[in-house]
């Protein structure tokens, strides 16, 4: 993978920086301005996009819709001039997409979402935005597959979600059988408007990858092909309660409310006799038939009481605010049956703000605004509590006059140990996602559960469990850094585990065994495969024949000692880096090693080398010692079987090694650019003794 020169441009080469650190190479700025343009396809996050005369739209049956879209601003192409309306749309893609073309976006910032979504991913924003909105969710194990293609059948769901339709009306396709029940009503509801049909010879093709020419048509006629036009007036509410939307129709998401009296300024009105307005710093739309339009500002009158009501999130909790335009001394009172903490603001006769804010998350189920009777001018903000085996503690605070903000830690409430014959059983329950990072620390041997962004409820503090299976030991949690709790299980002469998720991955089932090597789990990952050759030595053997052969090796190794290894790849297939992360992560195993052979410029240059990736600013102490001897044990058994030069073990950070979050190394077994270490390489019986080699480093990073 990692070489001392550029392997002729034939290996996925990772770039990527820490964050904050260092500066971009000119092959990171490559790189960077190429993953720039592939974004540029649905949202216009780059000037280099063509708005129109596409070089092969000429003659297309979508050419017009595809180039009003561009014209409207929330479509592009690409920047050699092309549209590419044949191309299969992604889930991450259909939704940015939407998102653009209704304005749709997230009040929350990206969060860990689904085991397949993290927040640095481009399209973790769009995704959140989505969910918001109501008319996307994810898959029941947890994962959203972003970079799946989108069908016909799903596109017409999302959409019909979105502007709230559905029709019954029976479908006339001559497959329409094959429209599987529950996207019938949204492919009815869209035909029955036009915003969707089918094929010349009568077929709808529900299953069939939907184009990027049909994306942008279907979302297109759903706009409802409205006229947009500029205005610069301002608009006085006269109902007592009107809703502010993200679009102009009722379809839209809700933005918030306003009250009779209240003055908007509004700069464009559609066919459709709605205005777009400026809302909490936002761009929102309210009903024309629901405003005096004015064309100067309107009588002037007292500014009300407004309060606004916030639930966000910060690292590790979440936080109710409440913000008053005008002094207030709020009262607050815990409840219970059920528990509540109500929150009383004087003086209030506008709520800026949705009446009821389901949250579901830290604790915390519901936040509602009222206007008790009998209190004129007070409006009242409960917070509902879930139940909770522990209840769940907070924090009020009054940062300024006119604001109070309750801060809701992420919490761990539960925690239940038992012995189940030889296997170890610890139970967590938490109120947010139990996302772990587990490792193993030696003198004594013990395994390690961090849950960062976690407070360990007080009463939990201390707790303690024996863990005798069969050797003496115990379980422990503590608050091991302000935001991170600690479980340590001591299992004397090593132990696996395995974790299952429930209940939305708030509750954690743990199951550990000391059975020496049986049933523990470790990847290997052949490095390449498919289109992509990786390096090519002078008589033209290929890298990923090489790992692909020495990781199988290893796995037969592995296995006869009781070892449960899994693949990456068991054959010449393609797989991107960050999915051999990913399904490592997802197979919960204790060791990852990448298998690769190097390359260079210099055909004399040869030997074995060992890469991992654990910078110690980034890198808990514990993991980045468990990463480096995991590299060092390698590196020891590699050249001690081979007998090639030691080239030395290395830092770098490459994706499969970034991204694993067990202890993970990358092995250049020999370099294929060096005829005679290519010709060891395509020698079975040297891929033999590199296998077994690779299988002794994890077997003695797993016992010693």
């Known amino acids: ?57 000429e003659g297309h049956w979508a050419a017009g819709e595809i180039q009003k879209a561009v014209a409207e601003g929330y479509l592009k192409g690409y ?15 259909f939704v940015t997409l939407v998102n653009a073309a209704f304005h749709v976006k997230s009040t929350q910032g990206a969060r860990v979402l689904f085991k397949d979504v993290k927040p640095e991913d481009w399209f973790a924003r769009e995704v959140q935005a989505a969910l918001e909105a109501g008319y996307a969710q994810g898959y029941p194990d947890g994962s959203f597959r972003p970079q799946k293609a989108v069908t016909r059948q799903e596109a017409a769901c999302l959409l019909a979600r979105l502007l709230r339709l559905e029709g019954r009306e029976s479908l006339g396709f001559a497959d329409a059988g094959k429209i599987e029940s529950w996207a019938r009503p949204a492919v009815a509801a869209l035909v029955s408007k036009g915003i969707l049909g089918g094929y010349p010879d009568g077929t709808f093709r529900p299953t069939r990858s939907i184009t990027r020419a049909e994306a942008a048509v279907m979302v297109g006629r759903a706009r409802g092909g409205q006229e947009i036009t500029p205005v610069s007036v301002y608009l006085v509410v006269k109902e007592e309660i009107v809703n502010i939307r993200s679009g102009p129709g009722t379809g839209y998401p809700l933005l918030g409310q306003v009250r009779a009296g209240d003055v908007l300024r509004a700069r464009a009105r559609s066919s459709s006799n709605w205005y777009e307005v400026e809302f909490q710093g936002k761009r929102g739309w309210i009903a024309g038939w629901l405003v005096q339009v004015y064309e100067a500002p309107p009588p002037s009158r007292d500014e009300p009481s407004t309060l606004e009501v916030k639930v966000g999130r910060e690292p590790g909790r979440l936080v109710v605010t409440l913000s008053v335009n005008r002094e207030a001394a709020c009262k607050w009172e815990e409840k219970e049956n059920p528990r509540r903490l109500t929150v009383t603001v004087p003086g209030v006769t506008v709520v800026r703000s949705p009446l009821e804010i389901d949250v579901r998350e830290a604790g915390l189920k519901q936040v509602v605004t009222r206007f008790p009777e009998g209190e004129a001018g007070a409006a009242e903000v409960e917070l509902l509590f879930e139940e909770n085996p522990l209840p769940v503690f907070y924090q009020v605070e009054t940062p300024a006059a006119g604001e109070l903000r309750v ?82 299980v001591e299992a004397a002469g090593g132990a696996s585990f395995t974790a299952e998720p429930r209940a939305g991955a708030r509750e954690l089932l743990i199951r550990i065994r000391i059975s020496g090597l049986a049933g523990r789990r470790v990847v290997l990952d052949p490095g390449h495969g498919g289109r992509d050759p990786g390096a090519i030595g002078p008589s033209g053997i290929r890298e990923k024949d090489v790992n692909l052969a020495i990781a199988l090796l290893a796995a037969e190794a592995l296995r006869e000692q009781g070892l449960e290894v899994v693949l990456t790849r068991d054959g010449d297939q393609e797989v991107e880096l960050r999915e051999r992360a990913d399904k490592a992560n997802a197979s919960q195993a204790e060791v990852f090693v990448s298998i690769h052979a ?56 490459f994706a499969v090694l970034r991204y694993t979050a067990m202890p993970a190394a990358l092995v250049e077994v020999a370099f294929l650019s060096n005829p005679a270490e290519e010709q060891l390489l395509a020698n079975p019986e040297f891929q033999r003794q590199a296998a077994a080699a690779i299988a002794r480093g994890i077997v003695r990073f797993l016992t010693e």
Not at 609 to 636: K, N, V
């Open 407 to 488: 801060v809701i830690p992420y919490q761990i409430l539960q925690a239940e140990a038992a012995l189940e014959g030889e296997t170890f059983l610890i139970a967590l329950r938490g109120t947010a996602p139990l996302a772990y990072r587990a490792f193993t620390l030696r003198s004594p041997q013990r395994l390690v559960f961090d849950f960062s962004g976690f407070v360990l409820h007080p009463a939990l503090l201390g707790w303690k469990r024996e863990a005798n299976f069969p050797e003496p030991g115990e379980a422990r949690l503590g608050q091991y850094q302000p935001d991170v709790v600690r479980l340590v």
């Open 79 to 93: 920047p050699d001039g092309t549209f590419r309306p044949d191309r299969a749309v992604t889930r991450a893609e």
């Open 1 to 57: 993978m990692a070489g001392f020169a550029s392997k002729n441009g034939r290996k996925n080469f990772d770039w990527g920086l820490p964050a904050g650190r260092g500066f971009l190479t000119p092959a990171a700025l490559f790189l960077f301005f190429l993953g720039a343009v592939v974004l540029s396809c649905f949202f216009a996050i780059t000037p280099l996009a063509f708005a129109g005369g596409f070089a092969d739209l």
């Open 598 to 653: 190097n390359s260079a410029s210099n055909a004399a240059v040869g030997g074995t080398g060992t890469y991992t990736y654990a910078p110690p600013d980034t890198t808990p102490g514990p993991e980045r010692e468990a990463r480096l001897y995991l590299a060092r044990l390698l590196q020891e058994e590699l050249v001690r079987a081979l007998g090639l030069r030691d080239a030395g073990i290395f830092e770098a950070n």
